[in-house]
C-alpha cells in the first residue's frame, strides 16, 4: 500500500501551459519534500515543507503544504521544455524515514 | 552536485551469482542510504548507514547486506542474485537524520539479474 499518492501520474502539455501536481495520504506528516528526476540522473532535492500550510516559491514553481500536513501540491507556471522531468513527493512521519510517492511524470512539449 | 559517485553505472549479470555495488562521498555525510526504484512503486529504501558499522534494515531488505568501514564508502551486496533484484539502484546521503533529512542521490546502477 503506498503511503503517498501522487496525481496524475503521466501528463503531457505545450510550452507556456501552467499545470498543478499533486501529493496526497491519509498521514500526517512531520515534512514534505519534492525532488525532480531526470532520465539516468538521481532524483534532486527542490523544497521541503514542514508548517501547515506553508507556501514556498522557487522561481516558476509554488509548493504547497496542505493545513493538515496530510497532502501537498507543485504548480509550475508557463512550463518550458527544461522542466520535463519526473518529480517525485516524499513525506517523512515523525520518527520515521523518508517515504517517497510514485511520482508524476512531465512532459513539456515546445 | 554533491560528490556522489556510484559503481559501476551499469551491470548485467546471472542469476545466482553474488554482486557489490559501491558507493562513495567525498562530502563527510554521516547518513548514507541505498534505495530501488522500479516502476509501480517508486523509491523504496533497503539499508542505511548512520555511521561507520552502524546499519540498520528499509523496507525492502530481504537479499539483500550491507557494509560501511569508511565514512565514504557503503557497499550494497546481493549475495545470491535474483530476477526481481533488476533495479535501478540509488545510493544517498544526508548531513542529519530524521525530521531534518535532506538526500542527496548519486546518478544511480542499472542492474539486470537475468
Known amino acids: 500500500t503506498q503511503l503517498l499518492e501522487q496525481s496524475p501520474q503521466f501528463l503531457s502539455i505545450q510550452e507556456g501551459e501552467n499545470l498543478t501536481v499533486y501529493c496526497n495520504s491519509s498521514s500526517v506528516f512531520s515534512s514534505l519534500q519534492w525532488y525532480r528526476q531526470e532520465p539516468g540522473e538521481g532524483p534532486v532535492l527542490l523544497v521541503t515543507v514542514v508548517t501547515g500550510g506553508e507556501v514556498k516559491k522557487l522561481k516558476r514553481l509554488t509548493f504547497q503544504f496542505g493545513d493538515a500536513r496530510k497532502d501537498s501540491s507543485l504548480h509550475i507556471t508557463a512550463a518550458q521544455p527544461g522542466d520535463t522531468g519526473l518529480y517525485l513527493c516524499a513525506g517523512e512521519t515523525s520518527g520515521s524515514r523518508l517515504t517517497f510517492g510514485e511520482g508524476t511524470q512531465l512532459t513539456v512539449n515546445p | ?114
Open chain 2, 1 to 114: 552536485d554533491a560528490g556522489i559517485t556510484q559503481s559501476p553505472r551499469h551491470k548485467v549479470t546471472e542469476t545466482g551469482t553474488p554482486v557489490t555495488l559501491r558507493c562513495h562521498q567525498t562530502e563527510n555525510h554521516r547518513y548514507m542510504y541505498w534505495y530501488r526504484q522500479d516502476p509501480g512503486h517508486g523509491l523504496r529504501l533497503i539499508h542505511y548507514s548512520y555511521g561507520v558499522k552502524d546499519t540498520d534494515k528499509g523496507e525492502v531488505s530481504d537479499g539483500y547486506s550491507v557494509s560501511r568501514s569508511k565514512t565514504e564508502d557503503f557497499l550494497l551486496t546481493l549475495e545470491s542474485a535474483t530476477s526481481s533484484q533488476t533495479s535501478v539502484y540509488f545510493c544517498a546521503i544526508s548531513p542529519d537524520r530524521a525530521p531534518n533529512e535532506k538526500l542527496f542521490f548519486g546518478s544511480g546502477t542499472q542492474l539486470s539479474v537475468l
